[in-house]
């Protein structure tokens, strides 16, 4: 008689209590890298505690977390947008040519959210309409919005906004409190009330885990998967602004290389990359930790190649520990 091998699972006897589950969750995690990297931070530099040197801080990380935001819904659904930078150059553009026209700044802020909003629409549309893999067509997208802002802007590049535009990306509501911060603080609320307290938040998570049972459900997948997409474009467009204002020109190079940072905002917050799982507070607390590190590589005058090289094996690292997590774990339980 052959022998039969039998495999032991191992079934808890009782759920962990919310107190545990919190101590223990990614964004305590999380946030205890932030002190850490905050203390760090203070003993390395006698400027980084200065109050204006805080605040010059949030510059290195607002325009880029309010897209992660949105790309967290994105990704969560189980979709992905490369395009997001290439919809900033390709907005602000768009901003420089309304611009030329003699556009004011309520002009200019609409030209920008539109532009936005458009390529966003635009990708859904290929995604949901045509079926096609997300990760595919932004790229193409991505190569195709800032094409065609070298083919408008060449080597040049539009100057002279308004001088009240220039208050979204340098202007401040009070004191050291930035106007840029404000608003990301205001649309982390929003995100997380979106996400987490509505029904639409909970379909987002229902088709990242199984779009075929969401779509027997009743779920409309490809409507709240355009949506998706049109959000992340028209956030990509509030980030157009900012970051115009903030340089106060529109060059094809803007916003250049800001995908990589983006995903790994959303993918170091605790967001699944294969969807499904995640949470705008993990994403919150990343978006801080990497702009503190990014503000403390710059007080010490670390070279901007480094920080693409720290960047790089950190999203390497976080996509690839709770795969190694999750392995080890089944190996031990069998």
């Given at each position: 008689?052959?022998?039969?091998k ?32 905050f ?10 505690l ?7 801080a ?7 977390a ?11 659904s189980?979709?992905i947008?490369?395009s ?37 629409a ?17 790229i193409g997208?991505m ?7 070298f ?8 100057k002279g ?23 990301f ?7 997380y ?13 229902v ?16 409507r709240?998967?355009?949506?998706l997409?049109?959000l ?29 940072e983006?995903i ?15 949470s ?17 590589f ?8 480094v ?28």
């Amino acid at each position: 008689m052959s022998e039969q091998k039998t495999i032991m699972r191992h079934i808890p006897d009782r759920l962990d209590s919310p107190l545990h589950s919190a101590i223990f969750s990614w964004q305590t995690l999380l946030l205890t890298v932030a002190i850490g990297i905050f203390v760090i931070n203070s003993f390395a530099s006698p400027y980084f505690l200065d109050p204006w040197s805080l605040s010059d801080a949030t510059f290195n990380f607002t325009e880029k977390a309010l897209i992660a935001l949105a790309m967290a819904l994105v990704i969560i659904s189980g979709e992905i947008d490369l395009s997001v930078a290439a919809i900033i150059a390709l907005a602000s553009t768009m901003m420089g040519i309304a611009l030329q026209f003699g556009a004011d700044t309520p002009v200019l802020v609409v030209v920008g959210l539109l532009s936005g909003l458009v390529c966003g629409a635009f990708n859904g549309l290929l995604v949901t309409g045509l079926g096609l893999p997300s990760i595919v067509i932004t790229i193409g997208t991505m190569s195709f919005f800032r094409g065609i802002s070298f083919i408008v802007l060449g080597d040049q590049a539009f100057k002279g906004y308004p001088i009240d535009f220039a208050y979204f990306g340098q202007g401040y509501v009070w004191w050291v409190i930035s106007f840029e911060f404000v608003l990301f603080v205001v649309s982390a609320i929003i995100f997380y009330a979106l996400l987490h307290k509505t029904n639409f938040g909970r379909q987002i998570f229902v088709i990242g885990n199984n779009p075929i049972a969401a779509q027997f459900s009743g779920v409309r997948v490809g409507r709240v998967k355009f949506l998706l997409f049109c959000l992340t474009g028209l956030m990509s467009g509030v980030a157009a602004i900012l970051l115009t204002s903030r340089l106060g020109s529109t060059r094809p190079s803007i916003a250049s290389g800001w995908e990589l940072e983006i995903i790994t905002f959303v993918v170091l917050g605790g967001v699944n990359i294969l969807g499904g799982a995640g949470s705008i507070l993990g994403v919150v607390i990343a978006a801080f930790i990497m702009g503190m590190v990014t503000f403390g590589f710059g007080l010490q005058n670390v070279p901007g190649i480094v920080m693409s090289v720290f960047t790089g094996a950190l999203l390497i690292c976080v996509i690839a520990l709770p795969i190694v997590v999750r392995r080890f774990r089944k190996g031990a339980i069998e």
